[in-house]
């Protein structure tokens, strides 16, 4: 039951297949409210989930960088009148000069002094934006309109649907191949042992402010799409609940394995869409459901799932030894998820 | 000790640190030749550790200097120091936990190197790799490469701890307890491993282990509450009375 490396490809490229084929299959309706809201908080989650991850940072400023990149481009669309994706490729840069600014405040603090500074600049950037006149202050800017091969996103929604599991992707992708190069093992050391890293020679808060500036290009890209799907943003979509939501998903789906920024973007937006029809206390019970999740699993959803699939695989081999779950390739043993903490996400959260 | 009058390796004058009002370290003088194989001997609380953190910058000295390799390094970054030639190992083990055993060692090898922030397959990547491995066998940890380092038991995270500071082949080695919880097999496999080095990396090395320090030392500097007492070779420190009353008697007591 062992996957090889060639298999994990063709089932990695059969899912996603299978998703690219979601508007072709489901209802409009679906796949607006669940389909492409889900892959706009994966991709942001994500940023998260990889700050987490590789460089051991928690960031709550990471709706933040969500918000600068939207409204700097829907500024950039509506009032400038500039080419969408002109207009997108500059708040995305931006976003990431930002994203530099912020690591390099961040990158000698750890702990949960790190999370109190990223906490305080996630909300300054709410308070800017929600009091600043040229950005519509409480109201936002509507009427963002997208580049011309996406349409309108909010009548037929495939189209922006596509893109961001494109985007998805790419990002998933260039997150796996990052993790493998210099840059990333060192962040990966980093989060492991500063203190040896320093020993061995290595620039800590460097790679600490480089790594937020990665997590800011996500972080802004799905930003961009998101303001494009919604064709608006308002500083509702950065303020302080959403920051917990976005970190609420990101824990759910596990903080320690990227994919499950998207798992659990993807649970909690069916939550929020279907529990509405059933119950009035629709948020009590998201709470519960999420409750029970992270008691059950400290490391999320996909923690679970790669526990559940150890044991099967352990009870299917014959050997006296069984063989780890996962392969020992150089790829797979950097990314096997029992080197990120198995069973102590909490802890880690909280080091 | 020969006599040549090669100029030292790591020179400290009036090296001294105090947490508050109470000194660590006091007045520290200390010149290590290079080649030498140097050992830090003292009781519990002597300052050792200490002596081993102002020299590497970990701490910053309340007084005195520090020169390596012939430059003046009191203020100098830990990370710099490290690229000079420096390499340490801890009296905690200091692995990469989440990494795999080669992963930690092609990190070592790669701190002394330029490309820290390479994000495409460099040309360098592939002599990173096989010195790594080379030190994967020296430390005895060939058959372990895969292994998650924080997964390995106690005695092979002080193997990978003294791969770590060996893979970037420093000039100077600063081992602090490289013994401490080792069994008895594995402290033979250590000293062997020390005695094998080669004579172009200057050994420091701080042990309670009497039979590993004074094997693999030719000289000795003893501390005692932040100063230092004396110095001399192996055979001098064995006999000298005042060291047996304060130390050497007492090692079976405990650490």
Request: charged letters at 0%; proline letters at 9%.
């Given at each position: 039951m062992k996957l090889t490396a060639p298999l994990r490809l063709a089932l990695a490229a059969a899912l996603v297949a299978a998703l690219a084929l979601v508007p072709a299959v489901f209802t409009t309706y679906f796949t607006s409210a669940v389909a492409v809201r889900a892959l706009v908080f994966g991709l942001a989650a994500v940023s998260l989930t990889f700050l987490a991850a590789y460089g051991g940072i928690v960031s709550l400023a990471q709706t933040g960088l969500y918000g600068i990149a939207g409204f700097l481009m829907a500024r950039f669309i509506v009032t400038n009148g500039m080419d969408p994706i002109l207009a997108a490729v500059l708040a995305i840069a931006i976003a990431v000069m930002f994203g530099l600014l912020f690591g390099a405040i961040v990158s000698g603090s750890e702990g949960i002094y790190l999370l109190m500074i990223t906490l305080a600049l996630g909300v300054i950037t709410y308070y800017f934006f929600s009091q600043s006149g040229s950005f519509g202050g409480h109201e936002g800017i509507n009427g963002v309109s997208a580049p011309g091969f996406v349409g309108n996103p909010v009548t037929h929604p495939a189209a922006i649907y596509e893109l961001l599991l494109a985007c998805s992707v790419i990002a998933y992708i260039g997150i796996r191949l990052l993790a493998r190069t210099n840059f990333g093992l060192a962040l990966q050391g980093v989060r492991d042992d500063p203190v040896r890293m320093r020993a061995l020679g290595f620039n800590v808060r460097l790679h600490r402010t480089l790594a937020f500036a990665v997590g800011a290009l996500i972080a802004a890209l799905a930003g961009v799409l998101g303001t494009w799907a919604d064709t608006r943003i308002s500083p509702g979509t950065i303020q302080v609940s959403q920051v917990i939501q976005l970190m609420t998903i990101a824990v759910i789906g596990g903080l320690y394995r990227i994919e499950g920024a998207w798992v659990g973007a993807l649970v909690f937006t069916l939550l929020d869409t279907y529990t509405r029809g059933i119950t009035a206390r629709f948020e009590t019970w998201i709470g519960i459901v999420l409750l029970v999740i992270l008691i059950l699993s400290p490391d999320g959803l996909t923690g679970l799932a790669h526990r559940v699939f150890t044991m099967v695989a352990k009870r299917g081999a014959a050997a006296p030894s069984p063989p780890p779950c996962?392969?020992?390739?150089d790829a797979a043993a950097a990314l096997d998820p029992e080197q990120l903490g198995t069973g102590s996400g909490q802890r880690q959260v909280a080091r | 000790m020969t006599a040549t009058a090669a100029a030292p390796l790591l020179r400290s004058r009036g090296l001294s640190r105090y947490f508050g009002a109470v000194p660590a370290l006091h007045g520290v003088d200390l010149d290590v030749l290079p080649g030498e194989r140097r050992a830090i001997l003292g009781p519990n609380g002597a300052g050792k550790s200490t002596l081993f953190n102002l020299i590497a910058g970990d701490l910053a000295p309340s007084e005195g200097t520090v020169e390596l390799f012939g430059r003046d390094?009191?203020?100098?970054a830990v990370r710099k120091r490290a690229r000079l030639g420096l390499g340490r190992t801890y009296q905690t083990s200091r692995v990469l936990?989440?990494?795999s055993v080669e992963d930690n060692l092609y990190l070592a090898v790669l701190g002394a190197r330029r490309g820290h922030l390479r994000v495409l397959r460099g040309g360098s990547e592939g002599a990173i790799r096989g010195r790594a491995h080379e030190v994967a066998e020296q430390v005895g940890l060939a058959a372990r490469r895969h292994a998650v380092a924080g997964s390995l038991s106690h005695g092979e995270q002080r193997q990978l701890e003294i791969g770590l500071a060996l893979a970037p082949s420093p000039r100077l080695l600063m081992l602090d307890e490289p013994a401490a919880g080792l069994s008895r097999a594995e402290r033979l496999g250590l000293t062997k491993m020390l005695l094998e080095l080669d004579r172009a990396v200057t050994l420091i090395i701080i042990e309670h282990d009497m039979d590993v320090a004074l094997t693999v030392a030719e000289y000795v500097t003893m501390l005692h509450q932040g100063e230092k007492l004396l110095e001399g070779a192996p055979q001098e420190i064995r006999a000298n009375k005042m060291v047996h009353d304060l130390y050497l008697g007492n090692t079976h007591g405990g650490e």
């Open positions: 996962a392969p020992a390739g | 390094v009191t203020v100098l936990g989440g990494l």
